[in-house]
């Protein structure tokens, strides 16, 4: 009997400069972790790769991570610039919508944190928030960086009955942190929220007719002993394992 081989996930990146002053593409560890605990090998897709090579390694992989960092570039939105924009890459602003039409044209399951939410919300179509602080009226403070520890659980996020991710981790609210100074405004018509903090805020959507899309506004990457945490990549690599078989 032949033996279920491990879902390849591609997980996307940043750009960064080093010590020596050259500039390199970066995934923080805690990604490559949590796919290795869940079942999967993690794949980095570097930015800047360009469309002829991303059509060749999209078949290859059996799902897509988007990982947190810098802001989109509100170009992408119709938003304006804001003084606490910060970290825009048009490479990976560029690589990143191009890789996520093509998963979703593929039907690829999808998990996408933090800034990747954003870009999932705003690739089909919605905006965001410039600065929530000076965007929404009494919000929360989400922006617990970058001297708080990362773990550190900070609100609550209400799960809608019924919904994938309530599916997932069976519960009907749970504790999250939150690292993040944007969020989502007007959610994409391709997406359904189905999380939300306190102030109103999304936290999570869910990608219409399809088996696994979803994204989440909190790092669950930073939480490797939290169960629904857990639950969520080990769906997530589970959705990937069926994808490539």
């Keep these: 009997m032949s033996q279920v081989q491990s879902p390849l996930i591609g997980i996307t990146g940043g750009l960064s400069v080093n010590k020596m002053g050259s ?13 290795q605990k869940a079942g999967g090998i993690p ?15 999209l078949p290859r992989l059996d ?22 924009v910060y970290g825009i890459c048009p490479q990976r602003d560029t690589l990143e919508t ?19 939410i954003q870009v999932l919300n705003v690739t089909l179509g919605g905006s965001l928030y410039e600065h929530i602080e000076d965007c929404v009226t009494h919000a929360l403070k989400h922006d617990y960086y970058p001297d708080y520890p990362r773990d550190k659980l900070t609100h609550t996020v209400s799960i809608t009955c019924g919904s994938k991710l309530d599916e997932i981790i ?47 506004q909190w790092h669950p ?19 990937c394992q069926q994808d490539g078989q």
């Design 43 to 57: 794949v980095m897709i570097p930015t800047g790769l360009g469309e002829e090579a991303l059509a060749a390694l």
């Design 63 to 84: 799902g897509i991570m988007l990982t947190g960092g810098g802001d989109l570039d509100p170009i992408h939105y119709g938003g304006e610039m804001h003084p606490r």
């Design 170 to 216: 069976a519960l009907d609210e749970i504790r999250v942190n939150s690292l993040h100074h944007q969020g989502i405004f007007r959610v994409a018509k391709g997406l359904k929220a189905t999380g939300f903090a306190p102030d109103g805020l999304v936290e999570a959507v869910e990608v219409n007719n399809t088996s696994f899309g979803l994204g989440v």
């Design 98 to 116: 191009s890789l996520l039409r093509n998963a979703l044209d593929e039907h690829k399951p999808i998990l996408a944190i933090c800034r990747g």
């Design 23 to 35: 500039q390199v593409c970066d995934v923080g560890q805690a990604y490559i972790f949590a796919i």
């Design 221 to 239: 990457e930073c939480l490797p002993d939290d169960p629904c945490s857990q639950a969520l990549f080990k769906a997530f690599v589970e959705a």
